[in-house]
């Protein structure tokens, strides 16, 4: 189980008609590879975010199989179309069944 | 692109690609643009750009890394631009791969080789 798992999403709050936008995510979490070994030798296992999924209004703007060579804080900037006003949300499971979420609303104008 | 890394590690390769393409064809220098540092001082956190126009998904793998695969991107619909940023990690110095799966079923391949000082799988 990881602790202190924080999900950080920068969005802008507003766009133009049309306009595609940045987005930028970062969640704190070890990504513990499972290649790793502690001071007496023992192998420390696997635990890692595996998917992150963003959607918009409930369509899918990009989701992603992350596997171990995937960095610590795991990071990823990418560009989504904005058809109208509404709500992103952004979700990242976990190999030990946690699920994080964040969203942000963004008005069209 | 030449490829020699070390056999074992070539296979998994080689075989993570004929996963992710299905055994299809595979084209060099299209519209696929892999963007990574030539020199990595800590093979812990190397940033990494794909991008891809038209793409539907985008395998990353690592060939020098004990297990190759890194991930894949899969474009939905509201994808604004079929590119995303990341950061990996990289055991040593070893060739970053790129496989997009493009709209029209075709694929295209990109590599760079990334020089790493310290390796990022340690332990």
């Given at each position: 189980m990881a602790d202190n798992v924080t999900p950080r999403v920068r969005v802008?709050?507003?766009?133009?008609?049309?306009?595609?936008?940045?987005?930028?995510?970062?969640?704190?979490?070890?990504?513990?590879?499972?290649?790793?070994?502690?001071?007496?030798?023992?192998?420390?296992?696997?635990s890692i975010i595996n998917r992150f999924v963003t959607t918009f209004n409930?369509?899918?703007?990009?989701?992603?199989?992350?596997?171990?060579?995937?960095?610590?804080?795991p990071y990823f900037e990418f560009v989504s179309k904005v058809p109208e006003s509404g709500t992103f949300e952004f979700t990242w499971y976990d190999d030990d069944g946690s699920v994080y979420t964040e969203s942000k609303d963004i008005t069209v104008e | 692109a030449i490829f020699l890394p070390r056999i074992g590690w070539a296979d998994a390769t080689t075989d993570a690609i004929a996963e992710f393409t299905g055994?299809?064809?595979?084209?060099?220098?299209?519209?696929?643009k892999l963007t990574a540092p030539e020199i990595a001082e800590n093979g812990n956190t190397v940033p990494i750009e794909v991008d891809a126009p038209g793409a539907e998904a985008i395998l990353i793998l690592a060939t020098g890394n004990p297990n190759p695969d890194v991930g894949t991107?899969?474009?939905?619909?509201?994808?604004?631009a079929q590119m995303a940023s990341t950061r990996i990690r990289l055991a040593g110095t070893q060739d970053v791969v790129a496989v997009a799966k493009m709209a029209d079923g075709t694929f295209q391949r990109a590599?760079?080789?990334?020089?790493?000082?310290?390796?990022?799988c340690g332990g």
């Open positions: 802008p709050s507003s766009a133009s008609a049309g306009e595609d936008i940045t987005i930028k995510t970062l969640i704190s979490h070890p990504m513990e590879s499972g290649q790793r070994k502690d001071k007496e030798g023992n192998t420390i296992p696997r409930g369509e899918t703007v990009i989701d992603v199989t992350m596997e171990p060579a995937i960095s610590t804080n | 055994g299809a064809d595979l084209t060099e220098g299209g519209a696929l991107f899969h474009f939905g619909p509201l994808s604004g590599s760079q080789e990334v020089k790493v000082t310290i390796g990022g």
